[in-house]
């Protein structure tokens, strides 16, 4: 597999993701919840972003803001199950849409390559699913992937 795979099955909640990355399981799993590096591979490249919170452990907390010229982005969840190098579940809500609460789970499995990382989001509408998608969600997905590629490559 190369680049990030965006499953959207049409008339669900559901968004599946799925990317291998050159690395080790703890090599990523370090990149995706160290504090100081989510910002650099967080979201779009053409916003900027503000980590405000980021406390990855069972019942800890994030928040961060996305900027560009229009204005401001600001999500948050909450963590709920943290298994190092292995697995990360966590809730997921854009503070324009309130309410609106994604459950997301991501795995990272080794491989003979590396590692794939799988993410599962359920929305809580086929609405919210497509409107998220309508908003741009799969160029963020792209960006952030490679992104997180390019820090890995790096380290």
């Not at 910002?39 to 779009?44: S, V």
């Not at 990272?108 to 908003?135: K, M």
């Not at 160029?139 to 820090?151: F, K, P, Q, T, W």
Request: aromatic share 10%.
């Amino acid at each position: 597999m190369t680049g990030t795979v965006i499953n959207t099955p049409a008339g669900t909640p559901f968004v599946e993701v799925t990317r291998e990355f050159a690395a080790t399981p703890a090599q990523l799993f370090k990149i995706m919840t160290d504090r100081d590096l989510v910002a650099e591979w967080l979201g779009p490249r053409n916003l900027d972003a503000t980590i405000e919170e980021y406390d990855v452990r069972p019942g800890g907390t994030y928040r961060y803001i996305h900027r560009d010229d229009s204005g401001e982005y600001a999500f948050r969840g909450v963590f709920h199950t943290v298994e190092q190098d292995k697995l990360v579940i966590q809730t997921f809500e854009w503070e324009g849409a309130p309410g609106e609460v994604c459950l997301e789970k991501m795995t990272l499995e080794p491989t003979d390559n590396g590692v794939r990382l799988h993410q599962q989001s359920v929305f809580p509408s086929v609405d919210a699913r497509d409107q998220s998608i309508e908003y741009g969600m799969e160029n963020g997905i792209n960006d952030s992937m490679d992104r997180l590629a390019e820090l890995l490559a790096k380290s």
